[in-house]
Nanobody
Framework: QVQLVESGGGLVQAGGSLSLSCAASGRTFSSYAMAWLRQAPGKERELVTTISKSGGTPYYADSVKGRFTISRDNAENTVYLQMNSLKVEDTAVYYC???????????????WGQGTQVTVSS
């Protein structure tokens, strides 16, 4: 099982950019599909984007499509989230998560990061 640590959150003005990183421990990172989820105050956690074990076939929620890009570097055991054209409604705690095999298989993620705050001001 991998352990995940996010970094890169912060405060940015609307229209700006932020890049998040999620570093994973362990030697089996490339066996996990990865995802970024977010939770805004008073709202349920929502899936933002996923990426397959090999780095292909990303999925994006409609709310971030065209603005966010997920990528991974299996040699560095890291998954990234590049967020551009940020909106106030993107404000949330962002979590990375790992799931063995396919993200879309049954069952919960195997691991979660601790979360990193992203705040977008108007």
């Amino acid at each position: 099982q991998v352990q995940l640590v996010e970094s890169g959150g912060g405060l940015v003005q609307a229209g700006g950019s932020l890049s998040l990183s999620c570093a994973a421990s362990g030697r089996t990172f490339s066996s996990y599909a990865m995802a970024w989820l977010r939770q805004a105050p008073g709202k349920e956690r929502e899936l933002v984007t996923t990426i397959s074990k090999s780095g292909g076939t990303p999925y994006y929620a409609d709310s971030v499509k065209g603005r966010f890009t997920i990528s991974r570097d299996n040699a560095e055991n890291t998954v990234y989230l590049q967020m551009n054209s940020l909106k106030v409604e993107d404000t949330a705690v962002y979590y990375c998560a790992a799931k063995w095999g396919s993200w879309w298989s049954a069952g919960p993620p195997a691991s979660w990061g601790q979360g990193t705050q992203v705040t977008v001001s108007s």
